[in-house]
């Protein structure tokens, strides 16, 4: 996005300054920025033990705002700590910042990342979206499987990003071979286990037992899975490019399935700014919400082969360099494509 942002510079007729911050060193990110910061790497006031008169740290939201007051900052995106900075939204629009989160109110960004409540938000304004069932105990489980097992199963945390606690539960009602013990640990990636072995763990987890992680059961949708990365602004679509995956091969251009679930899910949360969407199909092929994440996806850049880069669709218009975007123009815009990432290092 940062390299979108330099390329844009080069069409501008308007000198732009691009400013990044991160806790932690990221020559991928500061090599592409004007101005860099390191932000404090704690939200609340620390002490070095070797000088008891260090000046505590500020917020991260508070050292953010100077840094871009001092800079003249014009429009901010944020990264996973949306809710911070959502909170204090008065703040950044006094300072005349446009401030971009992912949607405009803490409220909306708490559905979101909880995808309990992201589902039965879905439910109140009839968005296809996958169903779920929460359980916070192991009595709580034995009750939906005993309710719900005639039909393949998974899980996953009420909150959680990159696939981290999702198994798909070997139930024997999907049609596959029961896997043994030994291929769940081997075959990792395939993220799949008995239900048996799910419960004796959950059941005997000790970090459950110290810190309880709310759980999802849920119908294992077996359908396409899909990326959508979006442009948009208070709840209204300015611009999308739908993702699918098959083996190492992503899949870009705009599927108007897909986006008929996309539009009214994004009116539904009033997302603003650039998000990312996941939704998968059923056994008949209808679409449904997974979840939003409430900032750019990783692979928001695979999306510039189509010939529309969204980074710079929305940047220019919030800057105020373009007009606002339509969408109906903006798909007509993008030439469908195949490709695949390539990986490269950076020297520390």
Partial sequence: MLASLQALKLTSDKPLHIVASHRHERPEIFEFADTCYYEPSQSTTHQDDEDINAEPLLPRWQFVLEQAQQNNVK??????NGIDYEAQRDAFTAAGIRLLTGATSVFALEMIEDKFAFMQHCHTHDIPVAEAWRFDTID???ALLAEHDHQPLCVKPVTGIFAQGFWRLDTGKDNDERYD????????????????Q?????QHSQMVQEQPIPMLLMPYLAGQ??????????GEVLAAITRHKTGKIQHIGYDESVMEVVI???KAFGCDG???????????????????NSRPSGGIGYTTHSGVDLTQVGFGYWLGLTEKP????????ITPCQVRSVMTSVKL
Avoid: M, W
């Avoid at 429009?75 to 996973?80: A, K």
């Avoid at 030994?182 to 048996?196: A, C, G």
């Avoid at 899975?225 to 208070?234: G, K, L, N, P, R």
């Fill in 140 to 142: 709580e489980l034995n």
């Fill in 181 to 196: 013990s030994f291929e769940h640990l081997y075959f990792t990636e395939d993220k799949k286990i008995s239900t048996e």
């Fill in 75 to 80: 429009v901010l995106l944020t990264g996973r």
């Fill in 264 to 266: 009214p899910l994004i």
């Fill in 225 to 234: 899975e899909y990326s959508i990365d979006v442009v948009c602004e208070q």
């Fill in 326 to 333: 339509k969408l109906e123009s903006i798909t007509k815009q």
């Fill in 198 to 202: 799910f419960i004796n763990a959950y």
């Fill in 274 to 292: 650039i998000v990312s969407v996941q939704t998968k199909a059923d056994d008949s092929g209808q679409h449904r919400a997974l979840e939003i």
